[in-house]
């Protein structure tokens, strides 16, 4: 029984991986990129999030999915911001994003407005399907060994290193150098929004650069919670390992306990970027 269990998990991670398709993406003036999905039949608009480390739905959407079960136990998250979230997991059933299938996964809700969009896909959905963001051409290729194989011959290829919590949430990271002269581990964050980069408070005075002004901003979800941010010019951001891939002479935030070296929006990177969590790398055509 055990054996005949295996075989049919194995083929049916094939025929996820064999599922070649180009689904459309919308780019959205403020940089989110957003495409539709079904849950349990029900489809919706959602933000592909890959700094997001668990899939959220807005309450509305979430109240339409027919089948949902509350999990047990919860989930403690952390924005970067440091903002603490402690949330409740539910397990909702048929996620469908054109030909890739889950047949289950734990999703959390918020009572909150995303404009008319209905929640936040993170990667826990991609965990074994590497896909190509192409904003040219305005899709999301899910890729194929083959497919795969080409994008890398095609591309720079930039080791990813992969945070998983509890096997709940899962982000990416990778190296980059800045005005030559730290190398910070920044997170890749296609949800952050247009030309966002954002760092550490602390690396302001080590990379010594002189804050242009300052704000504090209030939480959306809890307005109790502040954080204080210091803007900046950064000369060069460089990816470590593959310096040509670069941007020169834009202006950073430096946020007030951060809970990482930096976070950016990864459009910048090139105009394919292909995400491939199995083999921790992405792989960038300019």
């Known amino acids: 029984m055990l054996q005949k269990i295996i075989i049919l998990a194995s083929f ?25 999905a079904k849950v349990d039949g029900v489809e919706g608009n959602f933000i592909l999030d890959t700094g997001a480390g668990l899939t959220v739905f807005t309450k509305s959407f979430f109240e339409k999915i027919p089948h949902k079960v509350a999990v047990d136990g919860g989930f403690t998250a952390f924005r970067a911001t440091g903002e603490r979230l402690d949330i409740d ?11 890739l299938h889950k047949s289950e996964d734990e999703v959390s809700f918020l009572d909150i407005d995303l404009g008319g969009l209905d929640g936040i896909l993170s990667l826990k959905l991609f965990e074994q399907q590497p896909f190509t963001i192409d904003l040219v051409k305005k899709e999301l290729v899910l890729e194929t060994e083959r497919s795969l194989s080409n994008a890398r011959m095609a591309g720079e290829r930039i080791p990813l290193q992969l945070a998983q919590s509890h096997g709940k949430a899962l982000d990416i990271f990778a190296y980059f150098r800045v005005n030559d002269s730290l190398t910070l581990q920044l997170c890749l964050d296609s949800g952050a929004g247009k030309d966002v980069y954002r760092f550490n408070s602390k690396y302001l005075k080590r ?32 990816v470590a390992n593959v310096p040509s891939v670069q941007i ?39």
Request: proline residues 2%; glycine residues 6%.
């Open 89 to 99: 997991l539910y397990k909702v059933y048929n996620f469908q994003l054109d030909a």
């Open 207 to 238: 990379l010594g650069l002189k804050a242009l002004d300052s704000t504090v901003r209030k939480s959306e979800i809890n307005t109790a919670f502040a954080s204080k941010t210091y803007r900046a010019n950064v000369a060069k951001l460089a």
């Open 12 to 36: 049916m991670i094939i025929a996820m991986l064999a599922a070649h398709s180009q689904v459309p993406i919308q780019v959205m003036e403020s940089g989110h990129i957003t495409v539709k």
């Open 248 to 286: 020169t002479n834009f202006r950073a935030q430096f946020v007030d306990g951060l809970i990482y070296d930096g976070i950016m929006w990864i459009n910048w990177l090139g105009s394919r970027i292909t995400v491939d969590i199995p083999g921790k790398e992405l792989v960038v055509v300019k």
